[in-house]
């Protein structure tokens, strides 16, 4: 498989009063395994709306998005929730964690929906929150922790079924300087070691500067796609 991700010709259209929206036009963009990508662009300009179709949460309007060789526009509902389940993980703003369940509890949820042992599950979970360095708190709940634990939380929630690609929708735009640069470590870190395909949406100076490839979305218009060489 050469690339994991592919768009071609990707237009999405909202319905507005009477008439149409047009978020996306004409997106035409290739991942390929282990890359580190953004999505760079202002408000409005269409990055969730980008990231939302590439992860089956949303359908386009006309064109093509293939991941991992299956063409979305194609599958059931019960594939396209097979897909998510097994193969993408989600990483959003505001973490959206399950506030009255533990740390533990949350990582723990994304396994429950896979055919897994007890004692594997255990071990994933662990493995998972070892990664983001919070195995001393998983009984804690959300609400007792700060805004970069609860994200770590959610990146261990996203890789602990180790999918290929992982989405993270503005990850660090709740977050303070410190707090930011922490959570672009794992993630990078977590993209070498198991050869994730990372896309962010962004338009963080601190989260663009990490990254190896940077796609300027303008109006819903990819308007520059630029490779950084890898400093590894
Ligand atoms: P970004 O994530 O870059 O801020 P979005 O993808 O959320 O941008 O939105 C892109 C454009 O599409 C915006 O102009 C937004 O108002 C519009 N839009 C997003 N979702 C909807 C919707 N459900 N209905 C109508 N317009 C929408
Ligand atoms: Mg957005």
């Known amino acids: 498989m050469s690339?994991?991700?592919?768009?071609?010709?990707?237009?999405?259209?909202?319905?507005v009063g009477g008439s149409f929206f047009t978020a996306l036009k004409d997106v035409n963009l290739d991942f390929s395994e282990g890359e580190f990508s953004g999505i760079v662009g202002p408000s409005g300009s269409g990055k969730t709306t980008l990231l939302n179709i590439i992860g089956?949460?949303?359908?386009?309007?006309?064109?093509?998005?293939k991941v991992l060789d299956k063409e979305l526009e194609k599958l059931s509902s019960g594939e396209s929730a097979k897909l998510?389940?097994?193969?993408?993980?989600?990483?959003?703003?505001?973490?959206?964690?399950?506030?009255?369940?533990?740390?533990y509890e949350n990582v723990e949820f994304p396994l429950l929906l896979l055919n897994m042992t007890n004692e594997q599950r255990k071990k994933a979970v662990m493995d998972a929150l070892e990664w983001v360095e919070l195995t001393d708190k998983?009984?804690?709940?959300?609400?007792?922790?700060?805004?970069?634990?609860?994200?770590?939380?959610?990146i261990a929630r996203a890789m602990v079924k180790k999918p290929p690609l992982l989405l993270a929708d503005e990850p660090t735009a709740?977050?303070?300087?410190?707090?930011?640069y922490k959570i672009l470590d794992y993630m990078k870190n977590i993209c070498r070691e198991m050869k994730t395909t990372f896309i962010f949406s962004t338009h963080d100076s601190k989260v663009?500067?990490?990254?190896?490839?940077?796609?300027?979305?303008?109006?819903?218009?990819?308007?520059?796609?630029?490779?950084t060489a890898q400093e590894d």
């Open 56 to 65: 089956s949460l949303d359908k386009r309007t006309s064109g093509s998005v």
């Open 174 to 180: 709740n977050l303070d300087s410190d707090n930011s």
């Open 3 to 15: 690339n994991l991700v592919e768009i071609r010709d990707l237009i999405k259209k909202y319905p």
């Open 84 to 103: 998510r389940s097994e193969s993408i993980g989600f990483i959003f703003q505001s973490y959206n964690l399950l506030q009255h369940y533990s740390v």
């Open 138 to 154: 998983i009984k804690s709940r959300p609400g007792q922790l700060s805004g970069g634990q609860c994200q770590r939380v959610a």
């Open 208 to 227: 663009i500067n990490y990254l190896n490839r940077k796609i300027h979305l303008v109006d819903g218009k990819v308007e520059k796609d630029i490779l």
